[in-house]
């Protein structure tokens, strides 16, 4: 039974770390498209200032997902040495693993939420700026 738990939980961690490298890809190269296909104008009150800040948006989406994947690592490499605290049966080691391994947890919880919501956010922001910026001067 432990080896089908170990398989499954195996098999979402692989699944997991894909979703995250393919959306973290995704990000970036809708900033790449950005960047490259936006004008840009003085600041002030016309679309390119606000396509600037869809930019701007769409990178603190890509810092999310880089913190994501980095929170992840962590919470691996300390789960990595809780299982080896259980094995010494050193339970203040263990006690201490498992504190960072849930830190870590609901770190990666935080920066997946902050990531889609600024992806969101971003999406809501081009389109509001390329409707509004036939309105605007």
Known sequence: MSERIERWLKAHQEASDKMDYFMLGAILAICAYLAQTNTYAKFGLNQQTFLLGT???????????????????????????????????????????????????????VF???????????????????VAGQYLP
């Open 55 to 109: 930019l701007l948006i769409f990178g603190l989406s890509a810092f999310f997902g880089f913190r994501r994947i980095e929170s992840g690592l962590h919470m691996v490499k300390h789960n990595g040495d809780y299982i080896q605290c259980l094995e010494a049966e050193d339970k203040e080691g263990a006690r201490a693993c498992f504190h960072l391994m849930n830190e870590a947890s609901v770190k990666t919880g």
């Open 112 to 130: 997946y939420r902050w990531r889609n919501y600024t992806l969101v956010l971003g999406f809501v922001c081009f389109l509001v700026s390329k």
